[in-house]
């Protein structure tokens, strides 16, 4: 009765997503931006730069006046507009500290500096050095970078269109910003300014009268308004440069530093969201992982430098946070507000999804990130959409020949390196990433517990791919799970790990008595047959 009840009570990812859902939104959510001078990159720029502004002899004691300057125009900015200048520890999280005064111009309406944050942080600056020339003629300077704990200045900005935000600026040349903004921020002011009707979630929306529109708001956000706000707030701000050296190209331009793109589900009922997690963590987690569910593989992303790839997924009670760290990038899922499925493909570098940094590139990159997002829901999805009757079991399991004449070996069921197959295309990194055959010989080393080399891991995806499994990229030596693919993967690995698994270890202590009882009932009937029909059993 117990075992009836439980399986009549079972919730699936897809019964929770189908008919509990209020609002599925996508949209930008945190945004970090560099700003940077594209005339003022290397030494002999530096030289160029102090001879525009007329200085005879281009020396650090030039930039000292320009930092100088620029430090006495910014008290001087805060003392006219009354805008109160808070010292930042390195010990501090800005945003809290800053959020009284954002609260406090949030409450006028109008856009506004909140606050000037004043912090020592690491910066990649100009330095001189000083060269040999000869003493009777005036002195010559080359300048390098380097690394210099520098005075920034962090304007906490109010805007009308865009919330809370903040501009970054560095006091020494070649004066590089940080811009931060949120995406949600501001599709909630433009929905309240198109006087559509919203319930907000801490950083995003819950519920709106209209879903369509609201999509069609957060699609609207692009570089275009973004580049409107920088430029809007540039020339409000204090600054190290001029009118005139904007006028000869000496002026700030974008590109991404990091880039959130979230996926937002809000179900009905909270309690369908813990529904999903509770489903997600029994089912979806665990699937085709070694022991420790951490893969960490290295690649060289550059000469003499080693990056860290890994999958993480931790569990805390029903709460659960899934990491797949990709590069320098990452994917995360979490639960939001207790109430909403939150899933976040995090980009820290625009070329890990084949982008460029400049802002102008936001929109491709934005696809793509969706588009991973879609993904690692479709297959949860999948996980659970399973069944026994399905033909692309039964044509996997025989040797087939393709439409193109080529032989397909067959994907036997229970075998070691097939089951070890089917575990690593159940990562999530790989339903959601691709897979290529460095990659899958580091997953397949940790499933089958001995070496596999480069050779198996072509003959393996060559199979797959002939089977209908994966499908290559164009021009890539990466592959993508097909549907079909997913399918393999996750029903072999449930059936093996999940059914099998439990049954052959059920005389073992751990397994649950009802279950090792009802075997001993079964042993005693089948060795009661075998005597009645005189066959002895095997010594």
């Known amino acids: 009765m117990a075992s009836r009840l439980a399986r009549a009570n079972a919730v699936t990812v897809n019964d929770v997503l189908d008919g509990h859902v209020q609002l599925d939104v996508d949209c930008l959510d945190r945004v970090y931006l560099h700003g940077y001078l594209g005339q003022l990159q290397v030494g002999g720029q530096v030289i160029q730069f102090l001879t525009h502004r007329g200085y005879p002899v281009p020396s650090?004691?030039?930039?000292?006046?320009?930092?100088?300057?620029?430090r006495r125009s910014v008290e001087s900015f805060a003392q006219a507009n009354d805008v109160p200048v808070v010292r930042l520890a390195a010990a501090d999280r800005n945003i809290e500290v800053m959020r009284p005064h954002l609260d406090a111009?949030?409450?006028?309406?109008?856009?506004?500096?909140?606050?000037?944050?004043v912090a020592q942080e690491v910066q990649r600056v100009f330095v001189a050095r000083k060269r040999d020339t000869d003493p009777s003629k005036a002195p010559q300077f080359s300048f390098d970078k380097a690394?210099?704990?520098?005075?920034?200045?962090?304007?906490?900005?109010?805007?009308?269109?865009?919330?809370?935000?903040?501009?970054?600026?560095?006091?020494?040349c070649p004066w590089p910003m940080k811009v931060w903004l949120n995406g949600h921020e501001w599709a909630k002011r433009q929905c309240g300014k198109a006087g559509l009707g919203f319930t907000a979630l801490s950083n995003g929306f819950a519920a709106c009268e209209d879903p369509a529109m609201l999509?069609?708001?957060?699609?609207?956000?692009?570089?275009?308004?973004?580049?409107?706000f920088f430029q809007r707030w540039l020339s409000r701000l204090p600054l190290p440069l001029s009118p005139t050296d904007r006028d000869h190209g000496y002026w700030w331009e974008l590109s991404m530093a990091q880039v959130e793109v979230s996926r937002t589900i809000c179900f009905t009922q909270p309690r369908y969201a813990r529904g999903f997690f509770e489903a997600l963590v029994t089912d979806n987690l665990d699937l085709g992982r070694p022991d420790t569910i951490e893969i960490i593989f290295d690649r060289q992303v550059r000469s003499n430098t080693e990056s860290e790839f890994k999958t993480k997924l931790v569990t805390r009670g029903v709460q659960v946070t899934v990491n797949a760290f990709y590069k320098h990038s990452r994917l995360k899922q979490?639960?939001?507000?207790?109430?909403?499925?939150?899933?976040?493909?995090?980009?820290?570098?625009?070329?890990?999804l084949g982008c460029q940094r400049r802002l102008h590139n936001l929109d491709d990159l934005q696809a793509k990130a969706r588009a991973i997002n879609a993904r690692l829901l479709h297959a949860e999805r999948v996980g659970q959409g399973c069944h026994l009757a399905n033909p692309v079991f039964e044509r996997i399991a025989h040797p087939t020949v393709t439409t193109e004449g080529r032989r397909a070996s067959a994907m036997h069921f229970g075998d070691s390196r097939v089951q070890a197959l089917a575990g690593a295309l159940a990562v999530t990194l790989c339903a959601v990433t691709g897979i290529t055959n460095r990659s899958l010989r580091a997953l397949m080393t940790g499933l089958l517990g001995a070496t596999y080399t480069m050779n198996q891991a072509s003959y393996d995806l060559t199979r797959l791919r002939h089977n209908g499994l994966i499908t290559r990229r164009p021009h890539s030596n990466t592959y993508d799970l097909t549907p079909d693919g997913l399918r393999f993967a996750i029903f072999y690995t449930k059936v093996h790990d999940r059914v099998l698994g439990?049954?052959?270890?059920?005389d073992q202590p751990q397994a649950p008595p009802d279950l090792r009882a009802a075997l001993r009932t079964i042993d005693h009937h089948i060795h009661h047959r075998l005597d009645a029909a005189r066959l002895p059993t095997a010594a």
């Open 60 to 70: 650090p004691a030039c930039l000292q006046q320009i930092g100088d300057r620029f």
């Open 105 to 117: 111009a949030a409450a006028t309406g109008r856009s506004q500096v909140a606050a000037i944050g």
């Open 147 to 172: 690394d210099r704990r520098v005075t920034v200045y962090y304007f906490y900005l109010w805007d009308a269109e865009f919330g809370p935000a903040f501009v970054k600026v560095c006091t020494y």
């Open 215 to 228: 999509q069609e708001v957060c699609d609207r956000l692009g570089p275009g308004a973004i580049n409107v």
């Open 334 to 352: 979490y639960l939001k507000d207790g109430r909403a499925l939150r899933i976040e493909t995090v980009i820290n570098a625009p070329n890990d």
């Open 502 to 506: 439990p049954l052959f270890a059920a």
